[in-house]
């Protein structure tokens, strides 16, 4: 990126800032909603602004927006957690919350120019840990026969692109072909924190991890939910 900033960013920095106001559970319900709107209309116009970055070959540039993509999608996931929050939709909340530390981390992985970030993923990981319940997660084994690079369409292994680099705008990621389940296990760290048991079966019907209410499913069977 040059010193002198494109217009597009400076732009960006702004609304960015505009919306982070709203990151908190104290702000008025109708304002988070408004900024949400904002930040979504963001995220089109970021949308087309990298789309011209790429047709014009600039891969720094899109790399760069990529990066603005996410920490804008990291602020509108986090400003929907406290909206849940107060709806007393908490499983729902802890969704967003994931969503936003996936998307702050990933804004780091774009570009360089999204560092401080980490502090917005510590700032997360304090909410998780104080905000919300202990969680009980899971993780799944897969054995996969055919793994193909999403960039360029070759077995990863024959290709030179690395998963989680950013490339022309787009991260590489793995498409997995001709996946077989191998097992479940429940683990302390799992690659994904929305892979969690929701619910456990009790007298009554199932209680809720979350808020602890005893919710009996329609058959009035007691069953165990992930």
Known sequence: ??????????????????????????????????????VESLLRDIASEKALAIRAANEDYANFLLGCECAASGVLAEIQMWLLLKDEKPDEAWNRLIDAQSSYTAAMR?????????????????????????????????????????ICGKEYEDCEHLVGRP??????????????????????????KRCRITSFGTEGGNRNRMTWRIEPNEQGEVETRT
Request: glycine share 4%; charged share 25%; with cysteine.
């Open 1 to 38: 990126m040059n010193e002198e900033l494109p217009a597009f960013v400076q732009s960006f920095n702004t609304s960015i800032r505009d919306a982070e106001v709203f990151i908190s559970i104290a702000r008025a319900r109708e304002l988070q909603a408004e900024a949400c709107g904002a």
């Open 110 to 150: 774009a570009h360089p120019g999204f560092r401080h970030l980490g502090e917005a993923r510590d700032r997360l990981q304090a909410i998780e840990d104080l905000v919300f319940p202990p969680q009980v997660f899971i993780s799944s084994g897969f054995i996969i026969r055919v793994q193909e690079c999403s």
């Open 167 to 192: 490339y022309m705008g787009r991260f590489c990621y793995i498409i997995a072909r001709n996946a077989m389940l191998d097992h479940v296990s429940i683990v302390d760290r799992p690659a994904d």
